[in-house]
Each structure stands twice: as structure tokens, then as C-alpha cells.
């Protein structure tokens, strides 16, 4: 098979950073902030730079698994997706070497198809090698508990 290289995506993003915890990001002009809640110096004015990364998994997850759908000409609805991460805080307090901040996470999809159980199963298939949160998770060596449940109509 004869791979055709594409260029790079460049994904630019700024950050101001008014207090210890409080980070104010932009990207193509939308903004959002990261924050830690207060009994870590934080405001609680937004989700945790690890809860956003566990998000950024969550969006991926939804946008990867339906383009693929898409492309294999597959109706498909994600009807929610919850994720759950079991973060080993030993290595952010200096008490132990933590190669994997992420042991574990829990990743529960709900969706709706009119596609069939061999049609889901590719879809989960391809989405372990595309999805790039899932992709950088894994290498990382968190391991990825996949519960999908879903709904043929």
C-alpha cells in the first residue's frame, strides 16, 4: 500500500495566565478556561487541565467514531459518553516515579444505529488507531476500558 504523506495540522493555541491555577486559553478565536478548584489555589471557574484532557477523549471519541460511521456509509447517534480517569497524584507530589499518571480510564458510550453489530465492531476497530486522545492515552500506557452500549433500530 502505497501511504501518502499529508501535511501537518498545526494546532495553535495561547494562554494567559493571571494567577497559579487560573489559565485563560484561546484557539481561532474561542476561549476557555482551565482552572483548579480551591483547595488547590484554584477559583473553580473551570474544569481541571486534567479534566480537559479526559474532555478533549470524550470529544474526540464522539467526532472520530461518527466520521468513521460517516465514511462507511452508517447512520450513527452518540447519545452520551461518560469517562471516569484514575489519576496516580503520587507522581505530581514527588513521592514516587509514575510512569502512567493514568493507570485506568473508564470510557461508557451510549449510541443509537442503524448499522449492525459488525458494522459497531469495525467502528470501535478503527476509532482505537484514530482517535488521537485515545491514540496518545494508550501509548502513554493507560489502559482504556471501553463499555459501549448500544441501540439497534
Given amino acids: 500500500m502505497k501511504v501518502t504523506q499529508k501535511p501537518l495540522i498545526r494546532a495553535a493555541l495561547e494562554g494567559r495566565c493571571p494567577t497559579m491555577s487560573l489559565t485563560e ?3 481561532r478565536g474561542h476561549s476557555f478556561v482551565i482552572d483548579e478548584p480551591p483547595y488547590r ?4 471557574v473551570g474544569p ?5 484532557m479526559l474532555g478533549a477523549l470524550v470529544g ?22 461518560e469517562v471516569i480517569g484514575m489519576l496516580d497524584h503520587r507522581g505530581i507530589d514527588q513521592e514516587a516515579d509514575v510512569p502512567v499518571p493514568f493507570p ?7 449510541a443509537t444505529t442503524s448499522g ?6 469495525e467502528i ?9 486522545m485515545s ?13 459501549w452500549t448500544v441501540t439497534y433500530r
Fill in 60 to 81: 474526540c471519541t464522539n467526532v472520530i467514531a461518527r466520521r468513521i460511521a460517516h465514511e462507511l456509509g452508517v447512520d450513527l447517534k452518540i447519545d452520551g459518553i
Fill in 104 to 110: 485506568t480510564i473508564d470510557l461508557k458510550v451510549k
Fill in 25 to 27: 486559553v484561546r484557539v
Fill in 41 to 44: 489555589h484554584g477559583t473553580d
Fill in 135 to 147: 491514540v496518545i492515552l494508550r501509548q502513554a500506557g493507560s489502559t482504556i476500558n471501553e463499555d
Fill in 48 to 52: 481541571t487541565p486534567l479534566e480537559t
Fill in 116 to 121: 449492525s453489530e459488525a458494522d459497531m465492531a
Fill in 124 to 132: 470501535r476497530r478503527q476509532l482505537n488507531s484514530r482517535c488521537p
